[in-house]
């Protein structure tokens, strides 16, 4: 089992829409949560970076985190074309330095 | 701030040569940086860390020898692919740590013939 799931997609959806990323984690360790944005043959650009159980909103982005579950999701709201990309979630544990990324979630919405 | 670049943005050489990718910390000092390979469609995978002044630790399964990483200063890391292959054909993404957080650079893609 991987330490952390996400689910690949493809995702398609009218611009406008609501869009839900999720990842699930199976490592207790983990505190540091993050959401990455990857537009083709680009770097990741970091979106959200959150600590702590519960929300975090950023303009049309919030990310959301439940540690007990141990689900994070991100919610983009009145997508945009221009927010076609693939999202990583990544995640890290108190004190450590390297990330583990889930394996990303190619969006593309349609005008 | 915290803008990582990567040079080249992307290669193509012959098989049996070595390439060189040089990350830089524009805007700040870096004494760790990180390595990733990234297959298409596919997450990113760590290589290597690269600490300043010292010898990079490698995930498990990376061979230090053909992947040589050279942190030598602080706002520089180099990752030289030694005697490419075309299965060594991929991107790869530096990152450097700042203020705990990690900040990438724009990638670059390699293509071994």
């Known amino acids: 089992q991987k330490e952390v799931e996400q689910d690949p997609g493809p995702l398609s959806v009218p611009e406008g829409a609501i869009v839900s990323l999720n990842c699930t984690y199976s490592?207790?360790?983990?505190?540091?949560f993050m959401w990455y944005r990857q537009y083709s043959r680009k770097g990741p650009e970091l979106l959200m970076y959150t600590y702590s159980s519960g929300n975090k909103e950023d303009g049309r982005f919030t990310a959301q985190v439940d540690k007990s579950s141990k689900y994070i999701s991100l919610f983009i709201r009145d997508s945009q074309p221009s927010d076609s990309a693939t999202y990583l979630c990544?995640?890290?544990?108190?004190?450590?330095?390297?990330?583990?990324f889930g394996q990303g979630t190619r969006l593309t919405i349609n005008p | 701030g915290a803008v990582v670049s990567q040079h080249p943005s992307w290669v193509i050489c012959k098989s049996g040569t070595s390439v060189k990718i040089e990350c830089r910390s524009l805007?700040?000092?870096?004494?760790?940086m990180f390595w990733y390979r990234q297959f298409p469609k596919q997450s990113l995978m760590l290589m290597a860390t690269?600490?300043?002044?010292?010898?990079?630790?490698?995930e498990q399964g990376v061979e230090k020898d053909k992947f040589l990483i050279n942190h030598a200063s602080l706002t520089l890391s180099t990752l030289t692919v030694t005697s490419a292959h075309p299965e060594d054909s991929s991107f790869y993404i530096c990152?450097?740590?700042?203020?705990?957080?990690?900040?990438f650079g724009p990638g670059t893609r390699l293509t071994v013939l």
């Open positions: 990544a995640m890290k544990a108190q004190g450590a330095q390297k990330l583990v």
């Open positions: 990152s450097a740590l700042a203020r705990n957080e990690q900040f």
């Open positions: 805007d700040f000092q870096a004494t760790t």
């Open positions: 690269s600490n300043e002044g010292s010898k990079a630790t490698y």
């Open positions: 490592n207790s360790a983990f505190q540091y």
